[in-house]
């Protein structure tokens, strides 16, 4: 009978900006976690970056290791190759053969909001739960998820991408702006901090960050507390929408906009009005692991698989 094998579970977040890898024990302690910059013009330098950090991480620890990466996009169902994603040298792309030719090793890739979902599902803030719906709400506005937990994927492989739906109950202050994806407000383009600040711009004339409003609110600005009520309210009505398709158990938000404290007290005093239910027990709540949650979860994808 073979010994088992305890492995490490490696995960790598490629994000536009900065590629991080961390290594994991079984019980999810940190032994290390190491950034570099994102190369994010350039494909193969991408992959060639990817390598060195895996590389480099295995030769220090000498452990066998499972190895998963979160990307900003999705790998196509049909052709294997990256879709969808923000770092556009990546679409079309054999990312996962790259890498496993490299260094001959298995790997496992995910959308980085499906990681985030998974992360908090496993040991964050929708832990225990039998189904947790989390969205990362930053630059961008992604989600995923988490049903006694496993990551849902389906068969195009976009489970979770909420943030190109359009707002239900829109009203003519909702502004309908153009969003990269082809369409006309999304989500994305009225939650997202880019978002916010352009529909705060439109409502106000001020061209300022979801940062610099949440600071004139505390200072009792009154335009400044109607912005940020607004932006609450578009989000209330957009969860409204998942709790009343799929009933979620917990519902957990990431990304910049996720620090805006007001958000757990007002967002489930506003969304009453719209599910469809006498009662809203459905928890908010904030991200247990910040922005270590994508490179854990990315771990957890590896671990999965093992």
Same mark, same amino acid.
């Given at each position: 009978?073979?010994?088992?094998?305890?492995?490490?579970?490696?995960?790598?977040?490629?994000?536009?900006?900065?590629?991080?890898?961390?290594?994991?024990?079984?019980?999810?302690?940190?032994?290390?976690?190491?950034?570099?910059?994102?190369?994010?013009?350039?494909?193969?330098?991408?992959?060639?970056?990817?390598?060195?950090?895996?590389?480099?991480?295995?030769?220090?620890?000498?452990?066998?290791?499972?190895?998963?990466?979160?990307?900003?996009?999705?790998?196509?169902?049909?052709?294997?190759?990256?879709?969808?994603?923000?770092?556009?040298?990546?679409?079309?792309?054999?990312?996962?053969?790259?890498?496993?030719?490299?260094?001959?090793?298995?790997?496992?890739?995910?959308?980085?909001?499906?990681?985030?979902? #998974?992360?908090? !599902?496993?040991?964050? $803030? =929708?832990?225990?739960?039998?189904?947790?719906?989390? &969205? +990362?709400?930053?630059? %961008?506005?992604?989600?995923?998820?988490?049903?006694?937990?496993?990551?849902?994927?389906?068969?195009?492989?976009?489970?979770?991408?909420?943030?190109?739906?359009?707002?239900?109950?829109?009203?003519?202050?909702?502004?309908?702006?153009?969003?990269?994806?082809?369409?006309?407000?999304?989500?994305?383009?009225?939650?997202?901090?880019?978002?916010?600040?352009?529909?705060?711009?439109?409502?106000?004339?001020?061209?300022?960050?979801?940062?610099?409003?949440?600071?004139?609110?505390?200072?009792?600005?009154?335009?400044?507390?109607?912005?940020?009520?607004?932006?609450? #309210?578009?989000? !209330?009505?957009?969860? $409204? =929408?998942?709790?009343?398709?799929?009933?979620?158990? &917990? +519902?957990?938000?990431? %990304?910049?906009?996720?620090?805006?404290?007001?958000?757990?007290?007002?967002?489930?005093?506003?969304?009453?009005?719209?599910?469809?239910?006498?009662?809203?027990?459905?928890?908010?709540?904030?991200?247990?692991?910040?922005?270590?949650?994508?490179?854990?979860?990315?771990?957890?994808?590896?671990?999965?698989?093992?």
């Amino acid at each position: 009978m073979k010994p088992h094998v305890i492995m490490l579970q490696f995960g790598i977040d490629l994000g536009g900006t900065k590629t991080e890898i961390i290594a994991l024990t079984a019980t999810g302690e940190t032994l290390l976690r190491r950034r570099t910059p994102t190369p994010s013009h350039d494909y193969q330098a991408i992959v060639d970056n990817i390598v060195s950090l895996v590389t480099t991480t295995a030769n220090e620890l000498k452990q066998p290791y499972t190895l998963g990466i979160g990307i900003p996009g999705a790998v196509s169902p049909v052709t294997g190759r990256i879709k969808n994603a923000n770092t556009v040298c990546l679409i079309g792309e054999d990312l996962a053969g790259d890498i496993e030719k490299r260094l001959n090793h298995p790997v496992i890739i995910a959308n980085d909001a499906d990681c985030f979902a #998974l992360s908090e !599902a496993t040991d964050g $803030a =929708g832990a225990g739960a039998k189904s947790v719906f989390a &969205v +990362i709400i930053g630059t %961008g506005c992604g989600g995923g998820w988490v049903i006694n937990g496993g990551l849902v994927s389906g068969p195009n492989a976009i489970a979770g991408e909420w943030g190109h739906n359009p707002l239900p109950w829109r009203t003519d202050q909702d502004t309908q702006i153009d969003c990269y994806c082809g369409q006309k407000g999304c989500l994305e383009t009225l939650l997202s901090g880019p978002g916010l600040r352009q529909q705060a711009l439109a409502e106000t004339g001020i061209d300022q960050t979801a940062e610099a409003w949440a600071e004139a609110e505390a200072t009792g600005n009154v335009q400044a507390a109607k912005v940020l009520r607004d932006h609450h #309210l578009r989000l !209330a009505k957009a969860l $409204a =929408g998942v709790i009343n398709t799929l009933d979620p158990h &917990v +519902i957990v938000l990431g %990304g910049g906009v996720s620090n805006l404290a007001g958000i757990y007290d007002t967002v489930p005093k506003l969304w009453g009005e719209f599910v469809f239910s006498d009662t809203v027990v459905t928890p908010l709540r904030k991200a247990v692991h910040g922005d270590s949650s994508g490179v854990r979860g990315a771990a957890w994808l590896g671990a999965a698989q093992a």
